[in-house]
């Protein structure tokens, strides 16, 4: 599957599943085990909220290379309308989040995974 031939959205698809299994592992490898505990603190690091915010920064230090920008900017274009439980800009940008991950997860894993572990850090030093 090539990461050009997918739209916005489905990349999106495909991002986010990647960044949740990520972020689940990191969470059971703290030593979390307890389902409600992990849904709980996996809210913190996946909610569209701390995706818009890892995003943010991102862009802000600089991280992104012009193909991850020109991703993110493909999903956040091609999101809809949002969602009543987040701010519609928000849920652009973690749209685009997701898409960029995606696009990563398909084309260059290693960069997909050092991503994630900046979003960790970003959203640990933000708590």
Excluded: C
Excluded at 14 to 31: A, H, S, T
Excluded at 33 to 40: A, F, M, R
Excluded at 62 to 90: H, Q, T
């Amino acid at each position: 599957m090539e990461a050009h031939l997918l739209n916005g959205v489905a990349l999106a698809y495909l991002g986010d599943v990647y960044y949740e299994l990520n972020i689940r592992k990191y969470l059971l490898n703290l030593g979390i085990t307890k389902v409600n505990d992990l849904h709980k603190k996996a809210i913190k690091y996946t909610s569209g909220v701390a995706q818009a915010k890892v995003i943010q920064k991102l862009l802000e230090e600089n991280v992104l290379n012009e193909d991850e920008i020109n991703y993110f900017k493909k999903g956040r274009n091609a999101s809809g309308p949002g969602r009543k439980n987040i701010d519609m800009a928000l849920y652009h940008q973690s749209t685009g989040f997701e898409a960029m991950m995606g696009y990563l997860y398909l084309t260059n894993q290693t960069r997909a995974d050092d991503i994630i572990l900046l979003a960790i850090d970003i959203i640990n030093r933000e708590a």
